[in-house]
């Protein structure tokens, strides 16, 4: 074994690295040994209980799941276009709210606090009642120019709910960038705001962004909710189908294809926050949550 540079490992480090090769190999072995043998021991269980095939039979049909597919499919792009619309919007939102939450000056109390009474509220109502509240309050004042469509009311009742959460993870990568950066700034000739524009948002970004995934994925599983204001979503095609063939496994096809969205995006957030440091230290983000 020899480097770019001619560099030829001793015997001594040549016997460590096949050590823990080795070592690797093994470990390998047994963590697949033991999680098929608990696979197996929990298929068999399962296939093992009294109402087996009933549940099989109602849950696991695979005629209907072929038929079910291309409609709960099509309701699933509704949810992801929901879903990429709701997000930009509310990285906008939030960035506003968490710049309006970390001005300082006695003028701009104002807005400081309209901002924290924001992130209060709708950090404080659960998301299906801002739902309720939205997409049957607003069409009930009668307003010229409210949007009546199922899809718009539930996009915006996610905005504002996800808009609160957001903003916190924005503040807290803001004030986590240390003042002596600012002044730093400030001492080179730079404005607030070039200093704010330049300095503190493009750190405070790179250490936010993990959460920032983190609250996409759980936003991609919650834009199935728009379905209870009758949007036809994923959920919603999932739900006739079912009462079309009086089986629920519809409902389980759903549930597959969110799975198979969210994990390409957990496994993103996972790969940003190991590089960052993120995990481990999520304290250091009010709003950053644990991962989903």
């Not at 016997?15 to 608990?38: C, D, H, K, N, Q």
């Not at 036809?232 to 969110?258: H, M, S």
């Amino acid at each position: 074994m020899t480097s770019t540079d001619g560099w030829v490992p001793s015997a001594l480090q040549q016997e460590r690295i096949a050590y823990r090769r080795a070592r690797g190999r093994g470990s390998t072995l047994v963590a697949l040994a033991s999680t098929a043998a608990v696979t197996t021991v929990a298929v068999l269980g399962l296939v093992a209980s009294p109402g087996w095939p009933r549940v099989r039979s109602s849950f696991l049909d695979p005629e209907v799941a072929r038929a079910a597919l291309p409609v709960v499919l099509e309701g699933l792009w509704l949810n992801v276009r929901v879903m990429a619309v709701c997000a930009v919007l509310i990285v906008v939102v939030a960035l506003a709210l968490a710049l309006m939450r970390t001005a300082r000056g006695p003028a701009l109390f104002p807005l400081r606090a309209l901002a924290t009474g924001y992130v209060d509220v709708f950090r404080g109502l659960p998301l299906l009642l801002v739902l309720l509240l939205v997409g049957f309050g607003l069409p009930g004042l009668r307003l010229q120019g409210v949007p009546t469509s199922a899809v718009l009311l539930g996009g915006l009742a996610l905005v504002l709910t996800y808009s609160a959460y957001v903003a916190e993870v924005f503040r807290a990568g803001i004030e986590s960038v240390h003042p002596s950066q600012v002044a730093a700034a400030r001492s080179l000739g730079l404005t607030h705001g070039q200093a704010l524009r330049h300095v503190v948002l493009p750190q405070a970004w790179r250490r936010v962004v993990p959460p920032l995934l983190n609250h996409l994925v759980a936003l991609s599983k919650d834009s199935g909710l728009i379905s209870i204001l009758g949007a036809v979503d994923a959920v919603r095609a999932a739900q006739i189908e079912t009462a079309r063939y009086a089986n629920f496994t519809p409902y389980v096809v759903a549930g597959v294809l969110f799975v198979l969205l969210t994990i390409p995006l957990t496994r993103v957030t996972d790969v940003l926050a190991r590089r960052s440091g993120w995990l481990g230290s999520q304290s250091g983000l009010a709003g950053g949550g644990a991962l989903r």
